[in-house]
C-alpha cells in the first residue's frame, strides 16, 4: 500500500506542474476581475439613474407621473420649457439614459378617457445586458404610470369599486401537487427553487469529468511520449497499484481543479447578483418543505455516491482511450469522444424535461452512464430514489467493467502497441 | 544458476519476426552482449526479458524464473535501462533516484544506500537538485543508468547503456558496468557499438533480422572468423550466412 502512496505522490507532481497551474490562477484571478467590473456597474445602475422629463401640461396628473418617475430609481430633472432638441442634446453630453416629453393637455386628455401619449426617448450607448436594462427599468415605470392612472379613472367611473377587482375578476389560487405531496404555492415559484439548488451540480459534474478525463489520458500519454513508462513497468511494483494511482490522482486533482473553477465562478455570479442569492419568504419556504422539495442527509449521501461513481467510470474511461494515445497531443483527441458522452446528457437534462422525450431516446440517454449522475438530483426531489439506485448500481458495474479492461491493457503489452490508425486515402488523378 | 536462458524464443508483429527462434544463456556475473545493427532484434529480445514485452513462443528465464508465467518474481530480480528511456520531467535527479528507490524497497536504510550508489554514479553535483527536464542528453542518461544498477540488481538489462553519451561520459560507464559486474552482478546488454562490446563483455552473441549467428567470447569469434575485431567477426558471419546488411 506504501508504493501505492508513493506513485499517486508522484503522479500529482507531475500533474500540478506550473504549465496547469498559471492557467488555472489565472482564470479564477480573471472570473475575479470581470466579476467585479460588472458589479461595480450593477451597484452604479442601482442609484437613481438621472432622467430629462418636459412636462409640457405642468398639471396634477403629470406631477402625480413624475413622481411614480422618481419612486421607479429615477432622478428626474424636470423642464417645464418645449425645447425637446436642446435638452435630448444636453442629456446625451451628460451621459443620462432617458428623456421623456409630456404633451401640453395630458390631463385633460386623460380625464376625457381619451389616450394619451408620452414620447420616450432611449438613449442607447451600447447594447449589453446592463444597457438594456435601464430601458426594460423605464418600461415599468410607464407600466407603473398606466396602472395608477387606469386605476384612478375607473374609480372615477365606477364609484364604489375597487378598480383592481374590476381589472382582474378571476384570481388564481396556485397549488403544486409532487409525488403524493400537495402544497400552496405556485409553480414558477418551485422551479425558481429547484433551479437555484440544483443549477450548479451539473456544472460541477461536467467539470470534473472533463478535467478528470483529460488528465488520466494525458498522464498515460505523457509516460509514453517521454518513455518512463517501459521503466516503470520492469519495476517489482503491482500494476494494478500503477493503474489505481493514476486514477486517484487524476481524480483528486481534477477534483481540485473544479473546485478552484468553481470558486471563481462563484465569485464572479455573487459579483453579479450583488450576493442576494435566493432569499425565501416564509410561505414559499414552507411550502417548499411541505412538498418535500430538499435534500435530505440521505438524498446528499446517494447524490454524492452518484457524482463518485460517475468520476470513476470516467477516469476508467478515459483510461482505456489514453493507452491509444502516443504522446499528450493526440491524448486531448482520444478523449474527445468521451467528451460528447458527457455533453449529451449534460444539455439534456438542462434544457429538455427528460420523462417527455421518446422511449427510445430515453433509453440512449439511460445507456450513456453519465446520465446517472445528471439525473440524480431531480431523481431525488422527485423521490424517485429506485431509478438513482438502478443508476449507482450501473454506474459501478460500468467502472468494473472498465478498470478489468484497463488494468488487462496495462498488465500486457497493449498497453505500448494499441494505438489509432487511420489508413491515409489515395487520391489518383486520371486523364 | 544462469542468470538467462533463452530457449527458441520468436516474437512476431503481424508478419514481421522481429526475434527468430534464438537460444543463448548467461552465466552469473557475467557480461552479455548483443550485437548486431539497428532493427536486428536486440531490443525486442531484452524488452522480452524485462517483461515488457510476452513471447509469441519459446521460452525465457531469468534465475529459473519463467517471463511469461511469473513476470513477478523476474520484476524482484531485474532492473531494465531502455534504449530511449526518460525520466519525469517535474522531478529533480535527486527526486527521481528516491522515488525509484521507493519502488524497489520498503526498507530506509537499503533507500538511502542506493541512493548514495546512484548520486556517485551520475555524478551530477549540485545540478542533482534541478529538475530533470533543464538536463542535457548526456546527463539524463548518466542519472538513468545510475538509477538502473543502484539498487544491485542480480540481472542488469541495459540496451545502448552508452548511446547518446560522449567519449569520456561513455568510458566511465563502461568501467562503472565492469566494477559492478566484478561485484557480482550479471549484465545483459546490448549494442551496435561492437568496439565497446570487445572491450566491455565477456561474451557475446551476434543477432541479426531475429536470428542468433554466433556466440562465444570475443578472442574466440575473433580467432574463429580470422579477423582482427569484432566488426569483421560481424562482416565474416554475415557473408558465410549470405546475409545482405
Known amino acids: ?118 414620447e420616450v426617448y432611449n438613449i442607447m450607448r451600447n447594447f449589453s445586458v446592463t444597457g438594456s436594462r435601464d430601458a426594460a427599468i423605464l418600461n415599468a415605470a410607464i407600466a407603473a404610470i398606466n396602472e395608477v392612472l387606469s386605476n384612478q379613472l375607473i374609480s372615477q367611473a365606477i364609484l364604489g369599486k375597487d378598480p383592481g377587482q374590476l381589472k382582474r375578476p378571476v384570481l388564481t389560487n396556485e397549488f403544486v401537487m409532487v409525488g403524493e405531496k400537495t402544497a400552496n404555492i405556485s409553480a414558477a415559484a418551485v422551479s425558481g427553487f429547484i433551479a437555484s439548488q440544483t443549477t450548479f451540480i451539473p456544472i460541477i459534474l461536467f467539470l470534473i469529468i472533463v478535467f478528470a478525463s483529460q488528465m488520466i489520458a494525458t498522464s498515460i500519454a505523457s509516460e509514453k511520449e517521454n518513455k518512463t513508462l517501459e521503466t516503470l513497468l520492469s519495476t517489482p511494483v503491482s500494476r494494478k497499484f500503477i493503474v489505481a494511482s493514476k486514477l486517484f490522482a487524476a481524480g483528486f486533482v481534477a477534483l481540485i481543479t473544479a473546485v478552484v473553477y468553481l470558486f471563481g465562478m462563484r465569485n464572479y455570479m455573487t459579483s453579479m447578483t450583488g450576493g442576494s442569492g435566493t432569499n425565501l419568504d416564509g410561505a414559499t419556504k414552507n411550502a417548499i418543505i411541505e412538498l418535500g422539495l430538499q435534500f435530505s442527509t440521505y438524498d ?10 460517475g468520476i470513476l467510470a470516467a477516469l476508467a474511461i478515459s483510461f482505456i482511450l489514453g493507452s491509444f494515445a502516443q504522446d499528450t497531443k493526440s491524448a486531448q483527441g482520444v478523449v474527445a469522444p468521451l467528451m ?88 489518383k488523378i486520371g486523364k | 544458476m544462469k542468470a538467462v536462458e533463452v530457449k527458441n524464443l520468436i516474437k512476431t508483429y503481424g508478419d514481421i519476426r522481429a526475434v527468430d527462434g534464438i ?16 532493427g536486428a532484434g ?9 517483461t ?27 532492473s531494465y535501462l531502455p534504449e530511449e528511456a526518460g525520466a519525469y520531467k517535474a522531478l529533480s535527479g535527486m527526486a527521481y533516484l528516491k522515488f525509484m ?59 545502448e547503456p552508452t548511446s547518446g553519451l560522449d567519449v569520456i561520459n561513455a568510458m566511465e560507464i563502461r568501467k562503472i558496468i565492469r566494477d559492478l559486474s566484478r561485484q557480482g552482478m550479471s549484465v545483459l546488454l546490448s549494442s551496435h557499438n561492437m568496439l565497446e562490446i570487445e572491450f566491455l563483455s565477456d561474451r557475446v552473441g551476434l543477432i541479426h533480422r531475429g536470428k542468433m549467428y554466433e556466440i562465444g567470447t570475443a578472442e574466440e569469434l575473433k580467432k574463429e572468423h580470422n579477423a582482427k575485431n569484432l566488426e569483421e567477426v560481424f562482416m565474416a558471419t554475415a557473408a558465410i550466412n549470405r546475409i545482405s546488411l
Open chain 2, 101 to 159: 528507490a521507493d519502488l524497489y524497497t520498503d526498507d530506509s536504510k537499503k533507500k538511502t544506500e542506493a541512493v548514495e550508489v546512484a548520486l556517485r554514479i551520475a555524478n551530477l553535483g549540485n545540478r542533482i537538485k534541478d529538475k530533470i527536464k533543464n538536463y542535457s542528453k548526456g546527463m539524463t542518461r548518466k542519472l538513468l543508468l545510475a538509477r538502473a544498477v543502484m539498487m544491485k540488481p542480480k540481472l542488469a538489462i541495459l540496451d
Open chain 1, 340 to 427: 460528447i458522452l458527457i455533453l449529451v446528457p449534460y444539455l439534456l437534462t438542462m434544457l429538455l424535461d427528460f420523462s417527455s422525450l421518446s422511449p427510445l431516446v430515453r433509453n440512449l440517454v439511460y445507456a450513456i452512464p453519465f446520465s446517472h449522475p445528471f439525473l440524480a438530483a431531480p431523481s431525488l426531489l422527485l423521490n424517485q430514489y429506485q431509478n438513482v439506485w438502478l443508476g449507482i448500481g450501473y454506474l459501478a458495474f460500468f467502472f468494473i467493467v472498465a478498470v478489468i479492461i484497463a488494468s488487462k491493457i496495462f498488465s500486457t503489452e497493449r498497453i505500448f502497441t494499441l494505438r489509432l490508425k487511420f489508413k491515409k486515402s489515395n487520391f
Open chain 2, 52 to 78: 515488457i514485452l510476452t513471447p509469441s513462443s519459446g521460452e525465457a528465464f531469468v534465475y529459473g524464473n519463467n517471463v511469461r508465467k511469473d513476470p513477478d518474481s523476474v520484476r524482484k530480480l531485474i
Open chain 1, 1 to 118: 500500500m506504501k508504493k501505492f502512496f508513493i506513485l499517486v505522490k508522484k503522479e500529482i507532481r507531475e500533474l500540478l506542474t506550473p504549465q496547469m497551474l498559471i492557467p488555472l490562477l489565472v482564470v479564477v484571478l480573471i472570473f475575479n476581475f470581470v466579476g467585479k467590473i460588472i458589479g461595480k456597474e450593477v451597484k452604479k445602475s442601482q442609484v437613481p439613474q438621472p432622467i430629462e422629463i418636459i412636462d409640457l401640461d405642468r398639471s396634477a396628473v403629470s406631477q402625480s407621473v413624475i413622481e411614480i418617475i422618481k419612486k421607479s430609481n429615477f432622478a428626474p430633472n424636470v423642464t417645464i420649457e418645449n425645447k425637446k432638441e436642446e435638452i435630448l442634446a444636453q442629456a446625451r453630453q451628460k451621459k443620462e439614459k432617458a428623456m421623456l416629453v409630456i404633451p401640453a393637455g395630458f390631463e385633460k386628455g386623460i380625464k376625457n378617457f381619451e389616450p394619451q401619449k408620452i
Open chain 1, 300 to 309: 446528499y449521501v446517494l447524490l454524492g455516491l452518484s457524482l463518485f461513481f
Open chain 2, 42 to 50: 536486440k531490443s525486442t529480445t531484452l524488452r522480452i526479458l524485462a
Open chain 2, 23 to 38: 537460444d543463448f544463456d548467461v552465466n552469473e556475473n557475467e557480461i552479455f552482449a548483443l550485437i548486431g545493427p539497428n
